[in-house]
């Protein structure tokens, strides 16, 4: 799904001439530990909110025009040292990533698809003409630090480790140009999880009001651009009681994303055959999900019903549910992993998303889905995606 990613080895105008191949790549075997003297206390699992508590390590690689990467650094947790004046600060010129590591009752340690995570990353890093990294020595400076920080990791069904890589320009200089010097760094944050008493189905808000990406822009990248802009659409939606927005685009109202996750619907479509689709990526508008590509090669492996990545648009929606043929929608990311979705606001009007009768919390499909992906994750279930590090 992702392009093969080049080292970046095309001639940069803000750099000379000196070609990229010659500098130096990211290198795991050099990387310098300077471990804390103040490790921190651990809060209860059971108090862990999403992204607040972070671990006792983090990993730095500075890059430079002149050098390339240089050696990657593990150091305790803390600020980062960077001039006022850096792009990052000023035009957004930065990017991240989400991936988790998850350990088992046997204190294995397992990443999930990491080198899906690192050649989003990559698109994202040259789609904001910052420098690319080799991901395998890349995953291999993760594996390093979590490692390190492995005590972290808390243990049980829904708990995990949320890794979060960022790339950011520290070109020093206001002049909006191509980056000089620029930074990767990845923190660790121990997550509980995402639904602690079982699936609580979400309302969304399908606005058209904003659009959060289209045609030839950023949304196929991971940029802190993409975001930024959310967050005050957002919030009029929770006003209005909903918890997340399904963004659309076009007149034609092409049902996109919703909130920072890819959108599944499931239903009998207009020929009477059940089908799984999901929005396509060609139109560029849309975040190749890692969680996405899994649940689309999972439920194709099944063999059960069609699964289709095609343009889905509210009014086929709103007519789908109106003829019965509505079965499920949910959300799909590497936080919640499956999100259930129980109602769309459109044009004014709550349109009730179909929920199993057993417990009214989630589809079936949904579940079923969520449990192979989780079976996975920790391990209980042998396969190739779920990479043991240690
Ligand atoms: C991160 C993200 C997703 C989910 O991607 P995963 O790789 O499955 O975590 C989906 N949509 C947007 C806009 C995102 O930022």
Same mark, same amino acid.
């Given at each position: 799904?992702?392009?093969?990613? !080049?080292?970046?080895?095309?001639?940069?105008? =803000?750099?000379?001439?000196?070609?990229?191949?010659?500098?130096?790549?990211? %290198?795991?075997?050099?990387?310098?530990?300077?471990?804390?003297?103040?490790?921190?206390?651990?809060? +209860?699992?059971?108090?862990?909110?999403?992204?607040?508590?972070?671990? %006792?390590?983090?990993?730095?690689?500075?890059?430079?025009?002149?050098?390339?990467?240089?050696?990657?650094?593990?150091?305790?947790?803390?600020?980062? /040292?960077?001039?006022?004046?850096?792009?990052?600060?000023?035009?957004?010129?930065?990017?991240?990533?989400?991936?988790?590591?998850?350990? /088992?009752?046997?204190? &294995?340690?397992?990443?999930? !698809?990491?080198?899906?995570? @690192?050649?989003?990353?990559?698109?994202?890093? +040259?789609?904001?003409?910052?420098?690319?990294?080799?991901? &395998?020595?890349?995953?291999?400076?993760?594996?390093?630090?979590?490692?390190? #920080?492995?005590?972290?990791?808390?243990?049980?069904?829904?708990?995990?480790?949320?890794?979060?890589?960022?790339?950011?320009?520290?070109?020093?200089?206001?002049?909006?140009? =191509?980056?000089?010097?620029?930074?990767?760094?990845?923190?660790?944050?121990?997550?509980?999880?995402?639904?602690?008493?079982?699936?609580?189905?979400?309302?969304?808000?399908? #606005?058209?009001?904003?659009?959060?990406?289209?045609?030839?822009?950023?949304?196929?990248?991971?940029?802190?651009?993409?975001?930024?802009?959310?967050? @005050?659409?957002?919030?009029? =939606?929770?006003?209005?009681?909903?918890?997340?927005?399904?963004?659309?685009?076009?007149?034609?109202?092409?049902?996109?994303?919703?909130?920072? @996750? /890819?959108?599944?619907?499931?239903?009998?479509?207009?020929?009477?055959?059940? +089908?799984?689709?999901? =929005?396509?990526?060609?139109?560029?508008?849309?975040?190749?999900?890692?969680?996405?590509?899994?649940?689309?090669?999972?439920?194709?492996?099944?063999?059960?019903?069609?699964?289709?990545?095609?343009?889905?648009?509210?009014?086929?929606?709103?007519?789908?549910?109106?003829?019965?043929?509505?079965?499920?929608?949910?959300?799909?990311?590497?936080?919640?992993?499956?999100?259930?979705?129980?109602?769309? /606001?459109?044009?004014?009007? %709550?349109?009730?998303?179909?929920?199993?009768? +057993?417990?009214?919390?989630?589809?079936?499909?949904? &579940?079923?889905?969520? &449990?192979?992906?989780?079976?996975?994750?920790?391990?209980?279930?042998?396969?190739?995606?779920?990479?043991?590090?240690?």
């Amino acid at each position: 799904m992702f392009v093969a990613r !080049r080292v970046r080895s095309s001639v940069n105008f =803000a750099k000379g001439t000196k070609a990229f191949s010659a500098l130096a790549g990211v %290198d795991s075997t050099k990387t310098i530990i300077h471990q804390t003297t103040h490790p921190k206390a651990k809060l +209860e699992k059971e108090k862990l909110k999403f992204g607040t508590t972070f671990s %006792d390590h983090m990993l730095e690689i500075d890059w430079d025009a002149e050098k390339g990467w240089g050696k990657p650094l593990i150091r305790p947790y803390g600020p980062l /040292n960077i001039d006022p004046a850096s792009s990052s600060l000023h035009y957004a010129l930065q990017c991240f990533e989400g991936m988790k590591a998850y350990i /088992n009752d046997d204190g &294995k340690i397992r990443l999930f !698809r990491p080198d899906m995570n @690192m050649a989003r990353m990559n698109s994202s890093m +040259e789609r904001l003409f910052l420098p690319t990294f080799d991901s &395998k020595e890349m995953i291999e400076c993760i594996k390093q630090l979590v490692l390190l #920080d492995k005590d972290w990791i808390p243990k049980g069904d829904g708990y995990s480790l949320y890794l979060r890589p960022t790339g950011i320009s520290t070109h020093p200089h206001i002049g909006v140009s =191509a980056s000089s010097k620029a930074k990767v760094f990845v923190i660790l944050s121990p997550v509980g999880p995402y639904y602690p008493e079982g699936f609580a189905p979400v309302k969304l808000y399908a #606005d058209d009001k904003y659009v959060r990406a289209w045609p030839g822009g950023t949304g196929n990248t991971k940029i802190g651009g993409n975001y930024g802009s959310t967050i @005050m659409p957002q919030y009029e =939606a929770s006003k209005k009681g909903y918890s997340q927005i399904l963004w659309l685009f076009g007149e034609e109202h092409f049902v996109t994303e919703v909130g920072t @996750m /890819n959108l599944f619907v499931y239903w009998i479509n207009e020929n009477g055959e059940k +089908e799984l689709v999901t =929005a396509p990526l060609h139109r560029g508008d849309i975040l190749p999900g890692v969680t996405r590509d899994s649940i689309l090669q999972l439920t194709r492996g099944w063999g059960e019903f069609k699964v289709t990545e095609h343009t889905i648009t509210m009014p086929s929606i709103v007519k789908a549910q109106k003829e019965g043929r509505l079965l499920e929608i949910f959300g799909s990311g590497t936080a919640a992993i499956i999100s259930p979705v129980e109602l769309i /606001n459109y044009n004014g009007v %709550d349109i009730n998303v179909p929920l199993d009768a +057993e417990d009214g919390k989630s589809g079936k499909l949904t &579940k079923r889905i969520w &449990k192979e992906m989780t079976d996975i994750q920790y391990g209980r279930v042998e396969h190739p995606w779920s990479v043991v590090i240690n």
